[in-house]
C-alpha cells in the first residue's frame, strides 16, 4: 500500500469537456505532488503542496489547469476545455513524513480526450 | 535546474542474470537524493532504491544495488537474479531542495525464461 489513492482510475471526455481529478492521501504526509506521463516518457512534474499552500507550478500548467488542496488533506485537479494533447496518466505522489524526499505514487488517472 | 538521463530505452536479460541499468544525472545543488523507481505493464509507479548523494556507501535492497559515481554523475542500477516479475520500466529520477522529481525517459527491461 503505497499511501495514495487516486479517482477515477480511467477517464474518457470529449474536447472542450472539463474533467476534474482526485486524489486521497491515506498515509501521514508532508507534501502532495502531481505528476503528467504522457505514453512512453518519464513523469512530468506539474505542482506540489505542502498543507493548503500550492507552492510551485510548472510552465506545463497552462491556464487551463487548477490544482486544489482544501483543509490540507485531499487534492483535486481540474482541466478545462480539455484538448486532445492533455491525453495521459496524471500521477499523484506524497513524501512520507520521517523518510526525507521520497515520494510514493499513486495509481494514476488515466485520461483519453476523444 | 536538473536533468536525468538514461541511454538504453530497452534491455533483455534471462531470468537468474543479473543486468545494469545506466543512468546519468547532472544538477547544481549540493544535497540531492537519486531514486530508481519501477513501473510494471498497466501498473503503478514503485520505489525500488533511493541514494542520498552525501552518503559515499552505495545503497542496496535484496537483490537491487546502485553504482553511484558522485564524481561522474553516474547513477547505474544492479538487478541480480533477475525474475519475471521485474519486467517492467525503470525510471531513474533526481530530486535537490526543490522537491520536485526530475525524471529519466526509462528503460524497458524485459526478463526471459
Known amino acids: 500500500d503505497t499511501g495514495v489513492s487516486q479517482n477515477p482510475r480511467h477517464k474518457i471526455t470529449k474536447r472542450g469537456q472539463n474533467v476534474t481529478f482526485r486524489c486521497d492521501p491515506i498515509?501521514?504526509?508532508?507534501?502532495l505532488y502531481w505528476y503528467r506521463q504522457t505514453l512512453g516518457q518519464g513523469p512530468e512534474f506539474l505542482t506540489y503542496f505542502q498543507n493548503e499552500a500550492q507552492l510551485e507550478k510548472s510552465r506545463l500548467l497552462s491556464d487551463r489547469f487548477s490544482a486544489e488542496r482544501p483543509k490540507g488533506s485531499f487534492s483535486t485537479l481540474e482541466i478545462q476545455r480539455t484538448e486532445q494533447g492533455d491525453s495521459a496518466m496524471y500521477l499523484c505522489?506524497?513524501?512520507?513524513?520521517?523518510?526525507?524526499?521520497?515520494?510514493?505514487f499513486g495509481p494514476g488517472t488515466r485520461l483519453l480526450v476523444l | 535546474a536538473q536533468t536525468v538521463t538514461q541511454s538504453q530505452p530497452e534491455m533483455s536479460v534471462q531470468e537468474a542474470e543479473t543486468v545494469t541499468l545506466s543512468c546519468t544525472y547532472d544538477?547544481?545543488?549540493?544535497?540531492?537524493?537519486l531514486f530508481w523507481y519501477k513501473q510494471p505493464p498497466s501498473r503503478q509507479m514503485i520505489l525500488v532504491i533511493r541514494q542520498e548523494a552525501y552518503k559515499q556507501q552505495n545503497a542496496t535492497e535484496n537483490r537491487f544495488s546502485v553504482n553511484f559515481q558522485k564524481a561522474a554523475k553516474s547513477f547505474s542500477l544492479k538487478i541480480s537474479d533477475s525474475q519475471l516479475g521485474d519486467t517492467a520500466m525503470y525510471f531513474c529520477?533526481?530530486?535537490?531542495?526543490?522537491?520536485?522529481?526530475?525524471f529519466g525517459t526509462g528503460t524497458r527491461l524485459q526478463v526471459t525464461l
Open positions: 529520477a533526481a530530486t535537490g531542495t526543490a522537491s520536485k522529481l526530475t
Open positions: 498515509s501521514e504526509h508532508n507534501r
Open positions: 505522489a506524497i513524501d512520507i513524513r520521517g523518510l526525507g524526499e521520497t515520494q510514493y
Open positions: 544538477t547544481s545543488e549540493n544535497n540531492y537524493y
